[in-house]
């Protein structure tokens, strides 16, 4: 089989995801169904697609979302790129006899969600029926179940099915098993859509949900399954708890916020990077941040060269590096949670010169996550809050990409979702 390439516009990762599917089958796509089945796509959900299959490539949709399964629910879905949310019918699964059914309560907006609802990575297939920091009342368990009962509260973050069988999964890292399914815009394994927490109940495998402690408010704590273990699996995993250390926090939205009081609460030295000198006061008196720099303000960020040992990158949008790697001392960490549409430029020297480490982390393993609720419970960490009606959503949608919220929007699903 002949590769042909000419006249394509394909980056390196494009073509290697090309050249797997041409060398795996002869039956596979030519390079240029291919090219306009994915007209724009770009290095990141290539990557993605290199563990996991499109949702739309395996999506069955036999039936229509009303009907998939037996029980009806609702919410609200984005029906195309506009993302734009509005009432959405569709149905879940029985509860199986492993199974725990949530009365969904509250669920956190994250900058996910309007990624996804907006299609910025390129793999969202709709309706998406976004929310991943969900917490509920727990209305059903399965004859298997163990963990719960009905009445417990209880949380549901950003994956809601893995192999259980390989490495990542037997290390506790489903987060990083090959097949995890997260919690919305994805492929279940009956071949159904996942759709996620901005609707009425949700049906979940009990190893995908955990325990909400009693004394954690079940709005303000909500963010914290998504934008409290994506912070606190780095903080762990890359040493950065140390309290001799100095940390960057880059972003001071709402991963960025909390990824300031976890890393307090380890007794690290903690320094906000942000574009948003309005946001200073509130970040030293109320977070509790030892300094602030203003990003844009070349003299300050002068000034910390070489101060840190390590930075958690929060930032949704493109951002130049070059500044933040200047920020650390030599073998610092510069850890990347946030997920920037566009590549970002690495410049070899500094990291070079410093034997600095760029890295990444994505969110983390059920039993962290466990881990992490349990630790925010017993030092009082919460998100920062805006709680919105289930009507506000599009306009908080408007106020997220403009970094206008201090710092997260729960929506207050059990008394202003109403049914269609
Ligand atoms: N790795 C993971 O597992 C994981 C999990 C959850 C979310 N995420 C990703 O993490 C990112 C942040 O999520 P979030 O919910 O915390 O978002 P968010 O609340 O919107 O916060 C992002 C912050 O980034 C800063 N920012 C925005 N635009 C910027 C720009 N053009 N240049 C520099 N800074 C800018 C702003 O902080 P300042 O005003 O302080 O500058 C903003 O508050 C998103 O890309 C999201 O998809 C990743
Ligand atoms: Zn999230
Ligand atoms: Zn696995």
Request: glycine share 8%; charged share 20%; aromatic share 8%.
């Amino acid at each position: 089989m002949g590769l042909r390439f000419k006249n394509l516009d394909i980056s390196g990762l494009n073509l290697l995801i090309i050249m797997t599917s041409v060398v795996s089958s002869d039956t596979s796509p030519s390079p240029t169904l291919y090219k306009e089945r994915r007209p724009q796509a770009n290095n990141f959900n290539l990557s993605f697609s290199l563990f996991s299959k499109l949702p739309s490539d395996r999506r069955k949709m036999l039936k229509s979302p009303e009907e998939e399964h037996p029980q009806k629910s609702f919410g609200w879905a984005a029906r195309d790129t506009s993302g734009v949310l509005s009432p959405f019918k569709f149905s879940r699964r029985a509860n199986g006899d492993e199974d725990v059914t949530l009365k969904i309560l509250y669920c956190g907006i994250c900058h996910s969600d309007l990624h996804t609802l907006k299609n910025e990575w390129d793999f969202s297939f709709y309706p998406v029926l976004p929310g991943h920091e969900i917490v509920g009342v727990v209305t059903e368990v399965g004859k298997k179940v163990t963990k719960f009962k009905v009445g417990d509260n209880a949380g549901v973050g950003c994956i809601v099915g893995s192999c259980r069988a390989c490495p990542s999964c037997k290390q506790d890292s489903e987060n990083y098993c090959p097949k995890m399914i997260p919690t919305y815009n994805a492929i279940y394994h009956d071949g159904t859509p996942t759709y996620g927490g901005y609707s009425d109940m949700i049906v979940v495998a009990e190893h995908f949900v955990v325990h909400f402690p009693d004394n954690l408010p079940l709005d303000a704590g909500a963010p914290l399954l998504c934008a409290g273990i994506t912070v606190y699996s780095p903080l762990k995993y890359f040493g950065l708890t140390e309290p001799s250390l100095h940390l960057g926090v880059v972003g001071l939205g709402g991963l960025g916020h909390v990824a300031v009081k976890f890393a307090k609460a380890f007794g690290v030295k903690v320094t906000v990077i942000s574009t948003s000198p309005s946001k200073e006061k509130e970040a030293v008196e109320r977070l509790g941040a030892d300094s602030f720099l203003v990003s844009r303000d070349p003299k300050q960020m002068e000034a910390a060269m070489g101060t840190m040992d390590g930075i958690i990158d929060t930032v949704s949008a493109t951002h130049p590096l070059m500044p933040l790697l200047g920020l650390l001392k030599s073998h610092g960490k510069l850890v990347m949670v946030g997920l920037p549409v566009q590549p970002l430029e690495l410049p070899a020297i500094p990291l070079v010169m410093g034997r600095k480490i760029v890295t990444g982390s994505c969110i983390g393993g059920m039993k962290e996550t466990q881990e992490m609720i349990d630790f925010a419970a017993k030092h009082n960490i919460t998100a920062d809050i805006e709680v919105i009606p289930m009507d506000y959503v599009n306009t908080a949608m408007e106020r997220l990409v403009k970094a206008d919220v201090r710092y997260r929007f729960v929506i207050d699903i059990a008394n202003t979702l109403k049914a269609p």
